[in-house]
DNA sequence: GTCTATACAGAGATAGAC
DNA sequence: GTCTATCTCTGTATAGAC
């Protein structure tokens, strides 16, 4: 394996292990058994190491799952693959070096660059299938395709801290989103007439609620 | 102020600006304008710091905020104050301190211990509300209360962390949130016979989904 | 491309005077 | 409780031999 692959691969593992605070140009070469001057050879500096290795590691990641979310075709099974998903990127430490360059964004560019990179394209992805899915549900014309899958992609990173620091919260959080989810996928099951009658009494509902709102203003 | 009070409230403020990344005894000192051994004479370690910081900060939120979730009668009272509650605890730098301290969790106990405490206090008292708002809406039954207020408090952590990196992005997955969330509400407005069905068909569906799933492993 | 050596800044932490 | 001084370690980064 190549000095530069060695290093990539060190810095991603340090990252999701140690954390951004614990990585540095030392730490990730001894990781990589090679010289710690070879850091800035290769990539300049340490930022830009760990920029390397977060972009390397969320285009293949996407790139595992491209072909699945194309298959999907209902929200039942987006939520299936949902699960598989969340399971096997946090397990390979995907995740955590997500939520450590966005942790660090705050004082390297490289960093923040890196974290709006990683989101972008697993958001982008989800957007595909949401976008194909989301007709057929509750939420049609109420909730944008794109906001959806931002906010899927947000609620793994907190979800991932919060495992962090307390892993049966963590999953007790989790179970819930499960369970709204599957509410949601379960209209899918009703009769389209039933769907569309639900649907709309609750954009109606919606639509008092914003006017109500507007009022009080 | 006393220099320890003027130590803490440095650390907050340097915690929620620069990120865990970029604290240390010296700028901590030097924003609090006193002596950097005395961060060590007051608190031990630059850790142990951050922790009481995120503490007392935490702990004073959590009180500004409890008089008004023990007011909260219904779902949409509850959503209102917690957009509320999420826009001011967000320009307070709160949010941002928990980030960051639950993102140095990986290297650090003091860090890991104040960051389970703040999701613990802000869970807790968030659960507290939707106990009581929880029962008349749709997802009755389905989620439990103690769950929905941990995704709740993992959310906005991810939406920090979103923010810092993607402004507009991040404000487009909080606009879907609120939008399930109004759906969710919606519901309230409904008469209570109507709830009832759609729940029930909701739930019933999702014990359909379940045995399905349960067959196919 | 890789290694050794090294400069230099900043970090955490302690000792001891006041 | 506070300050000065200082030790030691770790970090980034570069120069130059190989």
Known sequence: MATRDKLLEAAA??????????????TVAARAEVNQALVFYHFGTVDELLEAAVRRSVDRAVATYRDRLADVTSLADLLTLGRDLHRTERERGNVAQMAQVMAGARRSPALASAGRYAMDRWSAEVESAVVRVLPGTLLAGLVDPRGLAQAVAAGFIGLELYDGVDPGAAAGALGSLDAIG??????????????????????????RAAAAQGDAR
């Open 13 to 26: 593992v340090a990252l999701a292990e140690d954390g951004v605070a614990g990585v540095s140009a030392r």
């Open 182 to 207: 599957a509410m949601v996928a379960a209209f899918d099951a009703l009769p389209p007439m039933a769907v569309r009658a639900v649907r709309s009494r609750a954009r109606k509902a919606v639509a």
